[in-house]
């Protein structure tokens, strides 16, 4: 058996401020979308290719590719991509048909000002984390009712539906095979 480091070394030192609880909202937000949405900043990503011309990263916002690998050899001159992130092979070039054979170096995401409804939800969920005794599961307006999270359920910061609703324009189609 090894011995996985803990998440949080020492629990006697943590504590859930406001901080945490915007972290934890980010989090949410950005596994809801498949991907991190806001700021826009330079990353590195392997990506797994399955053959042909075509790829999606995973984004729906990238403004520049500087680098663009297939099996460590350099290859940014031969495609053309759309700021939605699908990449084009040109010149007769085609993707290997292998795991993490593609890595590529884009430049992704919204300026905070461009996405202030993804902020609204993170703020919104933020507050409602670190408030009460439970994190709310789903809540009913009408009806006055709120379900909070049980112990049978894992924790963390549940989108309400209309939360997911506002971030499904900003939702990867599909999960592509990214690790960064």
């Not at 996985?4 to 950005?30: E, G, H, K, N």
């Not at 290719?49 to 350099?74: M, Q, W, Y």
Request: aromatic share 6%; charged share 15%.
């Amino acid at each position: 058996m090894t011995n996985t480091p803990d998440l949080i070394p020492d629990p006697s030192t943590f504590v859930a401020d406001s901080t945490y609880w915007l972290q934890a909202a980010q989090a949410a937000v950005r596994r809801e979308c498949g991907w991190h949405v806001a700021p826009s900043y330079t990353h590195t990503v392997k990506l797994n290719a399955f053959g042909g011309s075509r790829l999606a990263l995973p984004t729906l916002h990238v403004t520049d590719i500087s680098s663009f690998k297939l099996e460590g050899v350099e290859h940014v001159q031969d495609i053309a991509y759309g700021s939605s992130g699908l990449v084009q092979l040109r010149h007769g070039v085609l993707l290997p048909d292998m795991p993490g054979s593609v890595e590529v170096t884009m430049t992704d995401g919204y300026a905070p000002e461009e996405v202030p409804d993804v902020i609204a939800v993170m703020l919104a969920a933020s507050k409602r984390g670190s408030m009460a005794s439970g994190v709310v599961k789903t809540q009913s307006v009408n009806g006055s009712t709120v379900t909070y999270v049980t112990g049978s359920e894992p924790l963390g910061i549940p989108l309400f539906e209309s939360e997911k609703r506002t971030l499904a324009k900003y939702k990867l189609p599909h999960i592509v095979g990214a690790k960064q």
